[in-house]
């Protein structure tokens, strides 16, 4: 298995001149840094590969271990383009990949690890609170069945860690490309379970602390979570 961090764009909504996954934290380390930090708990740093774009030396330079994979179009596409670029690198493995800006506590892989070692597609979700601003999912036979920003009456709020199992990898690969350049990688996942019946399940994350840093408030409430 793989994991791939997605860390191309530029986050100008948190009005960083940097990279928004080197933000510091209260931690005293940044948020890819505690990512990282994380993910080696449980997988090897030689599995873990990272999309670069905007200012993408700082990145490489910060963390010279792991792989990376560059998205020259960082400016004008979205996630959908840069998952892409790195899942074709990963054709027959299954991949785990987060979102770059995912403040996370490293505990809540003893919930998703079985549904990995199951080879069960997945997304994390947290259900205790649905913003209007965040993807959202409702369920159908207890799969995933809508999952983005516009969904209605969602269930619960994905957060931005994802598991594509290595036998449903070619078809979300697929579906990727036929996604529209400013589209998230959410949209890829919804065409291949419209189109492909592709079993996606929503893994219920909400016991452990995880949130996606998209404004300068959702920083703050990353750090009180790092406090407590």
Same mark, same amino acid.
């Not at 399940?201 to 016991?207: E, G, L, Q, R």
């Given at each position: 298995m793989k994991i791939v961090i997605l860390a191309a764009g530029m986050g100008s909504r948190l009005g960083n001149p940097f990279p928004k996954p080197l933000t510091p934290l209260v931690n005293d380390k940044s948020i890819m840094q505690t990512q990282m930090e994380n993910l080696t708990q449980y997988f090897a740093i030689d599995d873990v590969y990272t999309v670069v774009g905007f200012k993408k030396d700082l990145i490489m330079e910060r963390f010279p271990e792991v792989s990376y994979i560059y998205n020259p179009f960082f400016d004008s596409t979205n996630t959908s383009k840069s998952l892409l670029k790195a899942l074709n690198k990963f054709k027959d493995k299954s991949v785990l990949w987060l979102n770059g800006d995912v403040v996370f506590?490293?505990?809540?892989? %003893?919930? $998703?690890?079985?549904y990995m070692k199951q080879k069960q597609s997945f997304v994390a979700v947290n259900t205790s609170k649905v913003a209007d601003e965040e993807v959202k999912y409702t369920l159908k036979d207890g799969f995933i069945d809508e999952l983005s920003k516009s969904v209605e009456n969602g269930l619960g709020e994905a957060v931005g860690i994802n598991y594509i199992a290595s036998k449903d990898i070619k078809q979300f690969i697929k579906r990727l490309e036929e996604c529209d350049d400013n589209d998230y990688f959410e949209r890829g996942l919804e065409i291949a379970i419209r189109k492909d019946n592709l079993?996606?399940?929503?893994?219920?994350?909400?016991?452990?602390?995880?949130?996606?840093?998209?404004?300068? %408030?959702? $920083?703050?409430?990353?750090?009180k979570l790092l406090r407590q």
């Open positions: 506590d490293a505990k809540l892989f %003893e919930v $998703l690890n079985p079993k996606v399940a929503a893994v219920d994350i909400s016991a452990y602390n995880c949130m996606e840093v998209d404004f300068k %408030e959702d $920083l703050e409430n990353a750090n």
